[in-house]
């Protein structure tokens, strides 16, 4: 996902509502969210289905990461040769 630009892509929702397709078409073409504020505030977030996509399957990665990191500290985890065994005999069948 791109960074964010200030000063295109957070908008009123009076104006997301009056030409959603042209904010639409703007997160398709620059991979930006666009940020939706209701008196003042931001209230929601316009973001492209594949970038949503792309960030829910990294934030899938990280929580295994860290699941891992957690059960590593607490000694459950298993010899790295022990689990490559394990993994050849799964490929195997």
């Known amino acids: 996902m791109q ?3 200030i000063n295109e892509d957070i908008k009123p929702l009076s104006e997301v509502r009056t030409g959603i397709a042209n ?3 703007q997160v398709h073409d620059t991979k930006r969210p666009v940020i939706i504020t209701q008196h003042g ?3 929601a977030v316009l973001l492209d289905a594949y970038e949503y996509e792309s960030m829910q ?3 899938e990665l990280l929580t295994d990461v860290q699941i891992s990191l957690n059960q590593l500290e607490n000694g459950e985890g298993i010899d790295h040769g022990d689990a490559k065994e394990k993994v050849l005999e ?3 069948k």
């Open 57 to 59: 399957e990294k934030l």
């Open 41 to 43: 505030k931001s209230v």
């Open 3 to 5: 960074r964010l630009r």
């Open 90 to 92: 799964r490929a195997q």
């Open 23 to 25: 904010f639409i078409k």
